[in-house]
């Protein structure tokens, strides 16, 4: 999180309290450690049991002429770069490659270190794009111009310097079972990307060391058995990013809790790890005239304008004022009154 999402997303000094209250739950956390062996854990330092969350953070290039030119970046290596405050080369004219967050991530950032003109050209078509609503309307807020339904077919150039990138009109595609991706294009549909400068963030995939012997699919992910986690070898088992592919934080962090689950029942445990941090109310089984929550609307989200936001990294939403906090809590759907209501009977039930 520190390295593949930047800071105007994710504000740095959340995330350093959010790993503060790791450690202080009692976790130790050693870094600057490469682990090549997992053996070396099991039968040199004694742990009973392993869990392999390694993430997804290979960057994937295209297979087409011109990715090897000085200026092509590799998505995920451009965005750790610019959060290490590594000197970052990008031009005025950018074209991105994909459209997913990790896309718009790159070409928003790329715009708050003076690109000109920034495009992001990608396979799906408009309504289909993997990014988030919210990243694109930000994205396109500030100047990005988005090219749905296109596929690039070479990086230009002249004398060894990017001029653009050649693309055609994707008519439909699709994934095999190998994760390869089967195109079906527009003949003579070519038109041609101006730039000096491509990121390619078209996925990423995890890089899991030889030295950790575990079964993989065609993908690199690390195979897992789907209801105990557990890997090829005995105790071993793998959650997150590194069995799934890439996806959200959020869905990282319940598989990462699935995995304490099913590792804390290997050694014995309960697998009980909820906690109850405030007394529960008692609510009502029922709602009352006037208090439905579906025809309430959600509390507007404030974001600096376009023009601030892109001569920084500073935080583009805002956080809720304390009416407007109190506003969106009352939106509690109580989904919960869904196990209490009484089941339809029909007539063969009488």
């Keep these: 999180m520190r390295f593949g999402i930047p800071e105007y997303r994710?504000?740095?000094?959340?995330?350093?309290?959010?790993?503060?209250?790791?450690?202080?739950?009692?976790?130790?956390?050693?870094?600057?450690?490469?682990?090549?062996?997992?053996?070396h854990l099991m039968f040199e330092e004694g742990f009973d049991a392993v869990l392999v969350a390694?993430?997804?953070?290979?960057?994937q290039k295209l297979?087409?002429?011109?990715?090897?030119?000085?200026?092509?970046?590799?998505?995920?290596?451009?965005?750790?770069?610019v959060s290490q405050d590594q000197p970052v080369q990008t031009g005025k004219q950018v074209v991105v490659l994909g459209g997913g967050n990790v896309a718009f991530d790159c070409a928003r950032v790329a715009r708050?270190?003076?690109?000109?003109?920034?495009?992001?050209?990608?396979?799906?078509?408009?309504?289909?794009?993997?990014?988030?609503?919210?990243?694109?309307?930000?994205?396109?807020?500030?100047?990005?111009?988005?090219?749905?339904?296109?596929?690039?077919?070479?990086?230009?150039?002249?004398?060894?310097?990017?001029?653009g990138v050649e693309c055609l009109d994707v008519k439909s595609f699709e994934f095999d079972e190998d994760g390869r991706v089967q195109l079906d294009v527009i003949e003579s549909s070519e038109r041609t990307l101006a730039a000096d400068t491509v990121i390619l963030a078209v996925g990423q995939r995890p890089e899991i060391p030889d030295g950790f012997d575990l079964d993989t699919d065609a993908c690199c992910r690390i195979?897992?058995?789907?209801?105990?986690?557990?890997?090829?070898?005995?105790?071993?088992?793998?959650?997150?990013?590194?069995?799934?592919?890439s996806g959200s934080v959020i869905a990282a962090i319940?598989?990462?809790?699935?995995?304490?689950?099913?590792v804390d029942r290997y050694l014995g445990g309960s697998g009980h790890i909820d906690e109850q941090l405030v007394p529960r109310d008692e609510l009502k089984?029922?709602?009352?005239?006037?208090?439905?929550?579906?025809?309430?609307?959600?509390?507007?989200?404030?974001?600096?304008?376009a023009a601030d936001r892109i001569?920084?990294?500073?935080?583009?939403?805002?956080?809720?004022?304390?009416?407007?906090?109190?506003?969106?809590?009352?939106?509690?759907?109580?989904?919960?009154?869904?196990?209490?209501?009484?089941?339809?009977?029909?007539?063969?039930?009488?």
């Design 10 to 39: 994710l504000p740095r000094d959340v995330l350093n309290s959010e790993i503060e209250e790791i450690i202080n739950a009692g976790v130790r956390i050693k870094t600057n450690t490469k682990i090549e062996s997992l053996e």
């Design 54 to 59: 390694v993430g997804s953070h290979a960057g």
């Design 63 to 81: 297979p087409i002429p011109g990715t090897d030119l000085e200026g092509v970046l590799v998505g995920l290596e451009f965005l750790r770069d």
């Design 112 to 163: 708050r270190l003076g690109a000109d003109e920034v495009h992001i050209a990608c396979l799906e078509c408009r309504n289909d794009m993997p990014a988030a609503c919210d990243e694109i309307e930000q994205g396109e807020e500030e100047g990005i111009e988005v090219h749905p339904s296109l596929t690039a077919s070479k990086i230009l150039n002249e004398n060894g310097k990017i001029t």
């Design 223 to 245: 195979e897992v058995d789907p209801y105990t986690f557990e890997t090829s070898t005995e105790g071993v088992f793998a959650a997150g990013d590194a069995v799934s592919g």
């Design 254 to 262: 319940a598989s990462g809790r699935n995995g304490a689950v099913v």
């Design 285 to 305: 089984p029922w709602l009352g005239p006037g208090e439905g929550f579906a025809a309430q609307s959600r509390a507007k989200e404030c974001c600096l304008g």
């Design 311 to 350: 001569s920084s990294f500073c935080e583009i939403v805002q956080p809720f004022d304390q009416e407007a906090a109190v506003t969106e809590s009352g939106r509690c759907l109580q989904c919960d009154l869904r196990l209490k209501m009484t089941p339809v009977r029909f007539w063969g039930d009488y």
